[in-house]
């Protein structure tokens, strides 16, 4: 890729802004950028991540414009939300302070801005579960079978929840504390990194953000707030669950399929990877084993 400023000043008119990289993520490259007094963040990702970027800009755009923050996409002069052949994105600058979810008070702050991105993407009855990640949980991904634990509980969690019918609605995905904003000056809350957003069951998002925080016993108040606040009746709730064991399958996919293709993406080493691969193993033992539905 083009030197980043160069092409924001092409592309988006900001001449002689100030870029400096902010590391990334496991899938991205990120820079700050300053141009006169306003503040932004330019996103690149690989060849493999722009569809999911396309996607996730726009959903990052419609939720920013029944109000929720987002880090809403500043459109190039000729109206893409990603620079197409460049796969960056210019977002506007979240202020405030990333959350660790430790307090009742962070956690009850994440679940009120979950709920209401659930809220506002139109949740409503859904398909079969068995239709949603087809491609995040499938037996034959790279890497699955080189681990016969992860082949189990692929066949396991898919025998457990491909039948539900549940609220599905527009998702964030990967909803850890860090993507969570939070500015004290003003008490507002953001939810920032879309890439990954698609339509799907709402208790995957629910089941993300327990598992990002600790567990069921250490997100109680996350899980309180969400069920007073969010969109799921209770007997929707009761599957909660079934969607961490599915989770943690997903997550064991994902890192399996980084260790095969020897992905260091995001600055790691193979040991992280394994590390990831590992604790998805634990903690998906650690949960137990549902009854299928039949």
Excluded: C
């Excluded at 302070?97 to 979950?114: I, T």
């Excluded at 507002?188 to 339509?199: E, F, H, N, P, Y």
């Amino acid at each position: 890729m083009r030197d980043p400023g160069e092409l924001l000043a092409d592309h988006w008119g900001l001449r002689a802004a100030r870029v400096r990289p902010l590391g990334g993520g496991m899938n991205s490259e990120t820079w700050l950028v300053e141009h006169e007094g306003a503040t932004y963040v330019a996103k690149h990702v690989p060849p493999g991540g722009v569809d999911a970027l396309v996607a996730g800009s726009g959903v990052a755009s419609t939720l920013a414009g029944a109000g929720v923050v987002t880090g809403r996409p500043v459109p190039t002069r000729d109206g893409h939300l990603v620079l197409p052949g460049a796969a960056l994105a210019l977002l506007e600058h979240v202020p405030g302070r990333e959350l660790e979810g430790e307090s009742d008070e962070e956690q009850a702050w994440m679940a009120h801005v979950l709920a209401r991105v659930h809220g506002a993407g139109g949740p409503a009855p859904g398909p079969a579960t068995s239709t949603f990640a087809t491609d995040w949980l499938a037996a034959d991904a790279p890497g699955v079978a080189d681990h016969p634990w992860l082949e189990a509980a692929v066949e396991a969690v898919r025998a457990e929840t491909d039948p539900l019918e549940l609220t599905w609605s527009v998702l964030h995905t990967d909803p850890a504390p860090e993507a969570f904003v939070h500015d004290d000056a003003t008490g507002v809350t953001g939810l920032i990194d879309w890439a990954g957003a698609r339509r799907g069951p709402v208790l995957y998002d629910v089941a993300s953000a327990v598992m990002y925080l600790g567990g069921r016993e250490h997100a109680a108040a996350f899980v309180d707030t969400y069920r007073a606040r969010g969109p799921l009746a209770a007997e929707e709730m009761r599957h909660l669950d079934a969607f961490r064991r599915l989770r943690e399958a997903v997550q064991g996919v994902y890192f399996a399929g980084r260790l095969a293709a020897d992905d260091l993406t995001g600055g790691v080493e193979r040991a992280d990877n394994q590390q990831g691969l590992d604790d998805a193993r634990r903690r998906f033992t650690a949960l137990g084993t549902g009854q299928p539905r039949r």
